[in-house]
């Protein structure tokens, strides 16, 4: 199971920490999800989830002040009894003292945001989904070409890095080289990264290691791409048979979610990057409607109707 720490919360979304006396190196997240404790606050506890971050807006807030200032203790010690592992005020709301001398006794974190419940919920749910996506890493280069994310992958010494460069050189965007770490961050989306220590590197044989952002400038990399398309590069095969059409698709697979996956042969004095080009290109008119190899198909089969 896959966790984010307190600390990167607080930091990603400005937050406000008003128990600084709580150390917070071994409090994590574990859960996507969030919860506003309403029905806690009522004293229903049945199927709460303590794994969640707890979030009090203007209604819990609310409700607090009309039952009293014992009732509101109590309610708020059962919630720290579940340990959970922080709590969010949104609003800016103003906490009660005795709340956080409470939580600094149970070493719960309690936090306050000035944004509005919703708009909090939103964020923090999408970033921890981001945050705690299944993930694996795999061999192979990632480079944005015209906003579409293409992968690149093949063995080791046939060519990826080389292509990636030249890709690089005619103004699109590096993710990573070498080792791509990839998310699901939904059952459409996977997102690729390159792991902190290689980032905007790209190792080229009988060269060495080079650093394309001060090569190349800012402009050249980038941290996070989906990835949409990916090219397998492979050894020519004479006895092999390749597709010369394209009208069916083919796929691989990551972490459940298919992913359109062109097997590109290598012979000398192919152009690489220009294949890798005209396949992302040829990928976006497909999204947009247009399909080449099956507008070809019409014509022949047109042509041969009317004779």
Same mark, same amino acid.
């Given at each position: 199971?896959?966790? +984010?720490?307190?600390?990167? /919360?607080?930091?990603?979304?400005?937050?406000e920490n008003?128990t600084? @006396?709580?150390? #917070? =190196?071994? *409090?994590?997240?574990?859960?996507?999800?969030?919860?506003?404790p309403?029905?806690?606050l009522?004293?229903y506890?049945d199927?709460f989830?303590?794994?969640?971050?707890?979030?009090?807006?203007?209604?819990?807030?609310?409700y607090?002040q009309?039952i009293g200032?014992?009732k509101?203790?109590?309610?708020?010690?059962k919630?720290?009894?579940?340990?959970?592992p922080?709590i969010?005020?949104?609003?800016s709301i103003?906490?009660?003292?005795?709340?956080i001398?409470?939580?600094l006794?149970?070493?719960?974190?309690?936090l306050?945001?000035d944004k509005t419940?919703?708009?909090?919920?939103?964020?923090?749910?999408?970033?921890?989904?981001?945050?705690?996506?299944?993930?694996?890493s795999?061999?192979?280069?990632l480079?944005d +070409?015209?906003?579409?994310? /293409?992968l690149i992958?093949?063995?080791?010494?046939?060519?990826?890095? @080389?292509?990636? #460069? =030249?890709? *690089?050189?005619?103004?699109h965007r590096?993710?990573?080289?070498?080792?791509?770490e990839?998310?699901?961050?939904?059952?459409?989306?996977?997102?690729?990264?390159?792991?902190?220590i290689?980032?905007?590197?790209?190792?080229?044989?009988g060269?060495?290691i080079?650093?394309?952002?001060?090569l190349f400038?800012?402009?050249?990399?980038?941290?996070?791409q989906?990835?949409?398309?990916?090219?397998k590069?492979?050894e020519?095969?004479k006895?092999?048979?390749y597709d010369r059409l394209?009208?069916?698709?083919k796929y691989?697979e990551f972490l459940?979610?298919?992913v359109?996956?062109h097997?590109?042969?290598i012979?000398p004095?192919?152009n690489?990057?220009i294949?890798?080009?005209?396949?992302?290109v040829?990928?976006?008119q497909?999204k947009?409607?247009?399909?080449a190899?099956?507008?070809?198909?019409n014509?022949v089969?047109?042509?041969?109707?009317?004779k």
């Open positions: 199971m896959y966790t +984010v720490e307190i600390q990167k /919360l607080i930091d990603k979304l400005h937050l008003l600084q @006396e709580i150390p #917070l =190196e071994k *409090i994590t997240i574990s859960q996507t999800d969030v919860n506003r309403a029905l806690q009522a004293g506890f199927y989830d303590s794994n969640r971050i707890q979030v009090i807006g203007h209604v819990e807030a609310s607090l009309t200032h014992g509101e203790m109590e309610m708020m010690k919630i720290m009894d579940h340990q959970v922080c969010v005020y949104c609003r103003e906490v009660n003292p005795e709340v001398k409470m939580a006794e149970y070493n719960i974190p309690i306050r945001s419940t919703s708009s909090f919920m939103a964020e923090v749910i999408r970033w921890l989904n981001v945050e705690l996506a299944p993930r694996i795999i061999h192979g280069v480079v +070409v015209f906003g579409e994310g /293409l992958m093949g063995e080791s010494g046939i060519g990826k890095s @080389e292509a990636a #460069l =030249e890709l *690089i050189k005619r103004g590096l993710v990573t080289d070498d080792v791509v990839i998310k699901k961050v939904s059952d459409d989306t996977l997102i690729g990264t390159a792991p902190d290689t980032r905007h590197f790209i190792e080229l044989r060269i060495g080079i650093d394309v952002k001060t400038g800012v402009e050249s990399v980038k941290d996070t989906c990835i949409d398309l990916v090219i590069l492979e020519w095969n006895d092999e048979e394209g009208l069916e698709e691989t459940g979610n298919k359109v996956c097997s590109i042969p012979r004095g192919r690489l990057a294949i890798c080009e005209s396949a992302a040829n990928y976006r497909k947009m409607g247009y399909n190899a099956r507008e070809l198909y014509r089969t047109n042509n041969l109707m009317n």
